[in-house]
């Protein structure tokens, strides 16, 4: 099984069952195994605050930066 998501990418978080999660814009800082579900993990960082945070695959969204671009 391989990372959807790469070092570097800009990611949302999607799930929002944590009460601090912000929808803000955080970014891929490592690449982390499978957890005990058997769900690849990653460690992502907030670009604004600089919190880091552990989240599954299913918790984050890319950044569409074709549509961010494009955007007036």
Do not use: C
């Not at 978080?13 to 912000?22: K, L, M, Q, S, V």
Request: zero cysteines.
């Amino acid at each position: 099984m391989s990372h959807k998501y790469s070092m570097g990418q800009l990611v949302h978080a999607a799930a929002a069952h944590f009460a601090d999660r912000t929808s803000g814009t955080y970014e891929v800082i490592r690449l982390m195994p499978e957890n005990s579900s058997g769900e690849l993990g990653y460690r992502i960082r907030d670009t604004i605050s600089g919190a880091q945070r552990a989240v599954g695959e299913s918790e984050i969204r890319a950044i569409d930066t074709k549509q961010a671009v494009e955007a007036p």
